[in-house]
């Protein structure tokens, strides 16, 4: 697996934190409870992505997935 | 002038187009584009046109600022793809394009529901062509069953038009009431707007489109739907939780798309389902949004369709699994493709961002925590795929050693210039927000605004660099709803078509061998008789035994005379029987 140097992440981590730290002091995101939660967005963000790209993978390799020739297994259309 | 429907230059264009020389047909394309929009420019809000035809009050042409604002980007985005497609010399696609924009068109400022029903089939006509002329056995298969789940969904509009109109005895086009009426128009709207599980036929025939057809594909259908949506049903509950289901389902499905046309095909899927959920939400904030997000999606989303057609047109492929390593080939088309992307995925300073927080914003205002939480998670998944995925496996990944070919200066030309929109309406939201039905009372760039944006979809980048791995590009398809009626099509074939055919002909076969044995028969009806009668003995018989050795019909046939004196007394007593007894 590729990663990114952690550094970059960290330092993404804290100056976001930073940012909703003065933000939230002031206005907030909105008008929701998880609006109001430092760093809520960033967490959101990156779980989201992965809870996306795994559930898509289980459903695709559960039932989704099928081979090119799946309609047309005789290759007659092509 | 103000009264001539803007609908019909670009119909009367069509017509005229095959018409002039072949060089001049792309640049009238462009000129009808351009008359279209100062004859839109010119229209009066509130003004409409009536007509009498047969016992029916028809409104061809009714205008008000929800149609406008859909007729400026859709005859925009008419003249960005005419110069998109200045290169292409295939009149019958030109053609086509006009008359898709135009039926569109129509469309949007009909103001009677027999008006819509004829735009809205002659849409389904047009933008079929824009599939079938790709010229492939796979498009022409694809471009059927497009046309066949479209004429099926303009049926149920038909039959749901003439229930509104016994039970209301009006055709306008006003919000319904509910009922089954309503339901059956709702059903049809809902299947040109792609909500699941009636959206199959997009994902199935957008990438099977002509490389331009694609664009063109990807603005009209989807979107008048939202129109006609906002229109009829705008506030009803159904539609919130149908746009929320459609956001994800489309951002799924993107994962495991292989074809780049498909996997932007289930992103517009993902993208129309912010605008019904804001046409479900109702309020004026929501169908500002829905407008808004409507207007910068057909703008974004035409330019990542010419993006990918690019890549298509230079290096003919569209999968991930044969793509990658283009970024040093092709760095303009990457950067004007990126600008869409980042469109798409909402960041600051792109149209996306503009137009989608007017959405959030207002299901906020609704209290609508669920629908804002899954509809961030649509963002995310749009970024991961649009914004990461697609242009990483594009053109950079795997290096494949492609060598595409150059690219048409009009493709170039096309694309700068709707990227050049998608940036104005980015750094300047007025531009949009004035146009809106209602008044925009919303500002998007507040801090708190772009810094949630910015840290969701930076860390959308870093689930996707953890996860890259597992993202390439697979040689499969994916199952979708089409699959309940392209499986079983191969067994309706034969029972409709294979087994009726095969009755029929047995049946001919049949009757042919009939009417060759009486024909045989009729030849020598003595020596046929014979068969079946005893023969001739000493107490006597038929006497027809010379008839197996010599036969001369003549022998038997009256003279002519014969008939003629059958038919005159026939005549004579006819004659008799009205004189005497009639």
């Known amino acids: 697996m590729r990663r990114l140097p952690l550094m970059f992440v960290c330092g993404a981590l804290v100056f976001f934190l930073g940012v909703d730290a003065v933000i939230l002091g002031e206005v907030g995101h909105g008008g929701f409870w998880w609006s109001h939660v430092y760093g809520f967005f960033s967490l959101f963000g990156f779980l989201g992505c992965v809870a996306t790209i795994l559930a898509s993978k289980f459903f695709g390799k559960k039932w989704l997935e099928r081979r090119e020739n799946y309609y047309d297994p005789k290759g007659l259309h092509e | 002038m103000s009264n001539v429907p803007p609908a019909v230059v670009l119909l009367c264009g069509a017509l005229l187009l095959p018409l002039l020389p072949r060089w001049a047909r792309s640049l009238a394309f462009l000129l009808f584009s351009v008359v279209t929009l100062a004859l839109l420019l010119r229209l009066e809000e509130g003004s409409s046109t009536s007509l009498r035809f047969l016992a029916f009050d028809l409104v061809p042409m009714q205008v008000d600022r929800l149609s406008l604002a859909f007729g400026y980007v859709f005859v925009l985005i008419t003249f960005l793809g005419g110069i998109y497609s200045i290169y292409l010399q295939d009149t019958g696609q030109q053609v086509a394009a006009l008359i898709y924009a135009g039926s569109s068109l129509g469309v949007l400022f009909a103001g009677d529901l027999f008006t819509l029903f004829v735009y809205w089939e002659l849409m389904a006509v047009a933008s079929a062509f824009l599939v079938l002329a790709r010229r492939t056995e796979r498009s022409r298969r694809a471009g059927t069953r497009y046309l066949l789940v479209h004429l099926f969904g303009g049926s149920v509009l038909l039959a749901g038009i003439l229930w509104h109109f016994t039970d209301t005895g009006s055709l306008l086009f006003d919000r319904f009431d509910y009922g089954p009426a309503a339901y059956l128009i709702l059903f049809s709207f809902s299947l040109n707007g792609a909500i699941p599980p009636l959206h199959a036929w997009l994902a199935d025939a957008y990438p099977e489109g002509t490389i331009t057809g694609s664009v063109f594909l990807s603005a009209f259908t989807t979107k008048t739907a939202v129109y006609v949506l906002a229109r009829g049903f705008a506030g009803w509950d159904f539609l919130v939780w149908a746009g929320v289901i459609m956001a994800i389902y489309g951002v799924v499905f993107a994962v495991l798309e292989n074809d780049i046309r498909r996997l932007l095909a289930y992103h517009i899927i993902s993208q129309v389902g912010y605008m019904v959920t804001a046409v479900g939400l109702g309020t004026e904030a929501a169908i500002n949004g829905a407008t808004a997000h409507a207007f910068s999606h057909i703008l974004y989303k035409g330019l990542l ?211 060759r044995a009486l024909a045989k028969a009729c030849a020598n009806p003595a020596q046929f008789a014979s068969r079946f009668l005893p023969q001739s003995n000493a107490r006597g018989g038929w006497g027809l035994d010379d008839a197996k050795v010599f036969y001369d019909p003549n022998r038997y046939r009256h003279p002519v005379g014969f008939a003629i004196l059958v038919v005159l007394s026939c005549f004579v007593l006819l004659l008799a029987w009205n004189l005497f007894l009639g």
Do not use: C
Not at chain 2, 342 to 356: A, D, E, T, Y
Not at chain 2, 382 to 397: A, D, R, S
């Open chain 2, 305 to 515: 369709f010419m993006g990918a057609g690019a890549v298509l047109y230079s290096t003919n492929r569209s999968k991930l699994t044969e793509l990658g390593g283009l970024a040093r080939a092709m760095p303009v088309a990457l950067s004007l493709y990126m600008v869409g992307a980042f469109s798409i995925s909402g960041f600051p300073l792109f149209s996306g961002f503009v137009s989608k927080s007017l959405v959030l914003q207002a299901a906020e205002l609704r209290h609508e925590e669920t629908v804002v939480l899954l509809l961030y998670l649509a963002a995310v998944g749009t970024f991961l795929h649009t914004g990461l995925k697609l242009p990483y496996f594009i053109w950079f990944g795997p290096q494949r050693d492609l060598k595409p070919g150059p690219i048409p200066w009009s493709m170039y030309a096309g694309m700068v210039l709707t990227a050049g929109m998608n940036v104005a309406i980015g750094l300047y939201p007025r531009l949009l927000y004035d146009l809106m039905p209602f008044t925009v009372d919303y500002r998007p760039y507040t801090t708190s605004h772009v810094m949630e944006t910015i840290q969701l979809l930076t860390f959308t980048g870093l689930g996707f660099w953890f996860l890259i791995d597992k993202l390439g590009g697979k040689p499969t398809i994916t199952l979708d709803f089409d699959w309940f009626y392209r499986k079983p099509a191969p067994f309706f074939f034969r029972v409709t078509v294979v087994l009726v055919d095969s009755l029929f002909t047995a049946a001919e076969v049949r009757t042919l061998n009939l009417a």
